[in-house]
């Protein structure tokens, strides 16, 4: 299945961590993955993403044709060092995010992973995407919001409203 999408990842837990970035052709996928790629991201594929699955978990890579190379829109299309593929931990969709969304998620060939909208250029937007792999892309340990609803105690000295 070929996605018209980015992959970016970071290495977390001993292993590449891999955010499909989804959104409409000039919604800032790019813009997104050039700013995560200064802070410690490493591009997998840029504009299309092919995706597969194997032993219950999805990856993505580039086509051959765009492998290595990212669009910096204004500029041109720039080479830039890639992974070959990575798994795909999270998925973030471009739009204008819900102050405190319900717990999402999108299924690509049947699998589902976790999903965030954020608004792409936004200078938080690379820090907040960071965090959210931190907290819902890692599988097991669940969102950080999961945590609250189950009736987590507060730390010492924090709000317990």
């Known amino acids: ?44 594929a840029d504009d299309r993403v092919t995706l597969w699955t194997s ?3 999805l990856y993505g890579r580039a086509p051959e044709t765009l492998a290595g190379r990212i669009e910096a829109r204004g500029l041109d299309v720039v ?29 690509h060939l049947g699998l589902s992973v976790p999903l965030i909208m954020l608004a792409p250029l936004e200078s938080s937007a690379p820090v907040k995407l960071s965090r959210a792999l931190q907290h819902l892309g890692g599988g097991q340990e669940g969102a950080y919001l999961g945590g609250l609803a189950a009736g987590v105690s507060p730390p010492p000295g924090g709000d317990s409203r």
């Open 1 to 44: 299945m070929i996605l018209h999408a980015g992959l970016i990842a970071a290495f977390r837990g001993g292993r590449w961590r891999g955010v499909l970035i989804e959104g409409a052709s000039g919604a800032g996928k790019s813009d997104l993955a050039l700013r995560c790629l200064d802070r410690g991201f490493r591009l997998v």
């Open 55 to 57: 032993g219950g978990r």
């Open 79 to 107: 080479a830039e060092p890639a992974l070959a593929w990575s798994g795909v931990d999270l998925a973030v969709r471009c739009g204008t995010p819900e102050r405190i969304p319900e717990r999402a998620f999108v299924t």
